[in-house]
């Protein structure tokens, strides 16, 4: 089975051809079919036949037999060349209609890998949507998102093939961030389907975080959601997934005290600084906060938490600082502009960085230079980076009197209360298996869409051809109330016969016994009235790919 010229495109010929370049055994097995095997394969039959007739639609008749019509003569070892190559799309056809899309999620986090390989990878939020078309340019790629934090960069998309989407991709992020491929592939992690599911659903709910149940992720995970509305790949199945992850993060707060006690990164962060001060200088050491986003925004709140009273913070623009200025009563918050970052620096003990700047705002050389610290805060400048990309570069811990640490440090203030944590996080742990099981179910589920509108289409047709045919016998002075009833009538009667059909085609989910009985219907009906086909599935896959490359 070849596809004709109309989807011969070259990213077409590699999705369904590349197979031939693996030596596998039904490849070679393929190859070997000899030229009266592949006669007998290729003779047509009445559901080719309909299918080539179909507007716009995959032709299956094969080239071999189009160049024999025109009277053309064909070596017999290039016709068998030919059958193998046709053999081999065949097979390639058969496996992608046959291969249920799957939702893969290609990541890297805290826990497998370092800051370092991190913020090469990170994608700021601006870019996702040329990510998430990027990606969904590739061959096996149907759907993506991106969740890019400082903790985690996570790619979930829905891959026509397991082994090539998950190749494609890792492809691309060697490709945007320069890391070799053998070296993410080192430190990446790779989850299919359910377990897909349940990642995004536990990091949504906190429990994948340095911090148990810290609430900024699920803020973040909302914001794939909205920056994803309206991109092209961000298509059902992904956005359902990001959509029940919110459901769930809401949930597990709710229904658990996981988030009591718990804090965010921003709160790490000072624990950390608080703990490597001495105690006797936590109300008066200088507390220098760098960028005045949402992750130092919260720095300020958490700091005030901790009972400091007086701050400097750097920022670009003294707006966003005389907003939380205004909103910390009480709290002395100065303002100092970026070209003041140095010499504050040189006034502070404490140091809090939390931009979004792509290069390192602190080297050694910037540091070396720094007036030394009070022996009454330990003798230390403390450096707290918690930006991915680094603020600070890993240089300065070179520097005598500095110390540094980034976010792979907060580790050792989240060490604390492990047992209560485990507890909060089997409770977790229940409602998110439920809640995977629901959309798994809902997930399967969309498997009866197609048949369900290709059933109301077959109904629609036979309505309507039958209703031309009456209403041609009763001649053409037929009153318009007399053609409405009647029209009326023929929707009444499809719509009362396919009521029944519809309701076993429609499920919730909410057991497997239920949608397990669905499925069945819907194979049964497909049978029945020969609504599916694996090429048509196999056509419309195509269809989307070849639409998506020419846009």
């Not at 497998?112 to 998430?132: F, Q, Y």
């Not at 340095?210 to 973040?220: N, Y």
């Amino acid at each position: 089975m070849a596809v004709s010229s109309t989807f011969s495109g070259a990213k077409l010929e590699r999705l369904l051809i590349n197979s031939c370049s693996s030596p596998s055994a039904s490849s070679l097995r393929a190859c070997s079919l000899s030229h009266q095997q592949m006669k007998a394969f290729s003779k047509p039959n009445r559901g080719r036949k309909a299918l080539a007739q179909r507007t716009g639609g995959v032709r299956c008749e094969v080239a071999q037999s189009d160049a024999i019509n025109e009277g053309e003569k064909m070596d017999p070892s290039k016709a068998s060349a030919l059958s193998a190559l046709e053999q081999l799309k065949t097979s390639a056809a058969d496996r992608y209609t046959k291969e249920r899309s799957s939702i893969v999620v290609i990541g890297l986090s805290v826990h497998t890998a370092p800051v370092e390989m991190r913020e090469k990878l990170a994608i700021p939020e601006a870019e996702w949507p040329r990510a998430i078309a990027e990606l969904c340019g590739l061959n096996h790629i149907e759907e993506a998102a991106v969740l890019s934090t400082c903790n985690r960069m996570e790619i979930y998309v829905v891959a026509l093939s397991q082994h090539r989407g998950v190749k494609e991709v890792t492809e691309w992020m060697s490709k945007t961030s320069g890391i070799p491929v053998s070296e993410i592939c080192e430190h990446r992690f790779l989850l299919y389907n359910k377990d897909a599911t349940q990642h995004i659903f536990e990091v949504s709910a906190g429990l994948d975080s340095l911090v148990l149940g810290e609430g900024q992720i699920l803020a973040q995970v909302k914001q794939v959601v909205k920056v994803g509305q309206g991109v092209v790949g961000f298509g059902r199945n992904i956005s359902g997934l990001f959509k029940h992850a919110i459901t769930v993060g809401k949930r597990v707060r709710t229904e658990t005290n996981i988030a009591a006690g718990a804090v965010s990164v921003s709160s790490a962060a000072v624990e950390l600084a608080l703990m490597k001060l001495p105690e006797s200088s936590h109300a008066t050491a200088r507390m220098l906060v760098i960028g005045a986003g949402k992750m130092g925004k919260l720095v300020i709140k958490h700091l005030v938490a901790k009972g400091c009273t007086k701050m400097v913070v750097v920022n670009r623009s003294e707006e966003k600082v005389a907003a939380i200025h205004e909103e910390m009563q009480g709290v002395e918050i100065i303002y100092r502009p970026l070209t003041d970052m140095l010499a504050c620096s040189a006034e502070a003990d404490v140091v809090f960085t939390s931009t979004a700047s792509e290069t390192p705002l602190f080297l050694k050389e910037h540091v070396k230079d720094l007036p030394p610290v009070s022996s009454e805060v330990g003798a230390l400048r403390l450096f707290v980076d918690i930006s991915v990309p680094r603020n600070v570069g890993s240089c300065v811990s070179d520097v005598e009197g500095a110390r540094l640490y980034n976010v792979d440090d907060l580790k050792e203030v989240v060490a604390a209360n492990k047992e209560d944590r485990l507890r909060k996080a089997m409770e977790a742990q229940a409602i998110i298996a439920e809640e995977s099981k629901q959309f798994e179910a809902w997930r399967d589920s969309l498997e009866t869409v197609p048949t369900i509108k290709k059933l109301r289409a077959y109904a629609e047709r036979i309505r309507v051809a039958e209703l031309e045919k009456c209403l041609s016998k009763m001649g053409e002075d037929i009153p318009k109330k007399t053609r409405r009833a009647v029209d009326d009538l023929s929707r009444g009667i499809v719509n009362k016969l396919l009521h029944g059909p519809m309701q076993h085609l429609r499920c919730d989910g909410s057991d497997d016994r239920t949608l397990s009985e669905t499925l069945e219907n819907m194979h049964a009906l497909n049978r029945m009235f020969g609504l599916e086909s694996d090429i048509s599935l196999f056509e419309q896959k195509i269809r989307a790919k070849v639409e998506q490359s020419q846009k």
